[in-house]
């Protein structure tokens, strides 16, 4: 649907569409991210480990996604967002990794090599998109990043609170200023569809970690 909605200038604004992508098709609307396994089930422990452990795998690195995209442009208004989002995302990492600790090992899985595989092509891919030389596309990933991150950190957070520690303040910028680097930046029709791709990519490999992670969850239940 979106790719359609990429081949001409967006009507309704690049930013309305990247919020309308996140919504439909990032964190927030997995079923199993919503879901008791990832609350209140027996085995909530065992999925909340294997998602922090992999979300770690994903984004637990320097340098990530907003790291490397703040080099493609030169753009003072985006430098600015771009510095607030890599000092935010620093924290992020230090809170995802301490919980890699504290949660312990990944719970024995069926076809765990091959998920390892998975994740790290995922990191690898994320890392070609964040340095692509097409104007606006590497801005349009840090952006789906940074809002669909909520939804990412509230699974972060549920790790926290299971292992009785305080969740950290979320620092990245708020929803509006993210959304509107995409309105700033998008001054023709090839920089905005260059956004939307971006974003869709981004979105899409978080869509097909939690898919994976919904995979492990169920083979364990059968293993």
């Not at 690898?124 to 952006?143: F, K, T, V």
């Amino acid at each position: 649907m979106y790719q359609g909605q990429a081949q001409q200038r967006i009507v309704a604004g690049i930013d309305t569409a990247i919020w309308a992508l996140v919504g439909q098709e990032g964190t927030i609307s997995r079923s199993y991210v919503r879901g008791p396994g990832m609350s209140e089930s027996r085995t909530a422990g065992r999925n909340l480990a294997d998602a922090v452990h992999y979300l770690c795998v994903l984004h637990g690195r320097h340098p990530g996604v907003v790291d490397i995209a703040a080099n493609m442009t030169a753009d003072p208004v985006i430098g600015a967002w771009m510095a607030k989002v890599i000092e935010a995302f620093a924290e992020e990492r230090r809170y995802m990794n301490k919980l890699a600790v504290e949660v312990g090992p990944q719970p024995s899985t069926p076809g765990q090599a091959e998920s390892v595989s998975t994740v790290n092509s995922q990191r690898h891919a994320l890392e070609i998109l964040s340095r692509s030389d097409r104007d606006g596309c590497a801005l349009g990933a840090a952006i789906a990043l940074v809002l669909d991150w909520v939804a990412v950190r509230n699974v972060l957070d549920r790790a926290a609170t299971r292992l009785g520690m305080t969740p950290i303040p979320l620092g990245l910028p708020l929803e509006g200023d993210t959304l509107a680097m995409a309105a700033h930046y998008a001054t023709t029709p090839g920089i905005e569809r260059a956004i939307l791709f971006g974003a869709q990519q981004l979105v899409a490999q978080h869509r097909g970690l939690w898919n994976l992670l919904e995979a492990r969850h169920l083979a364990r239940a059968d293993y």
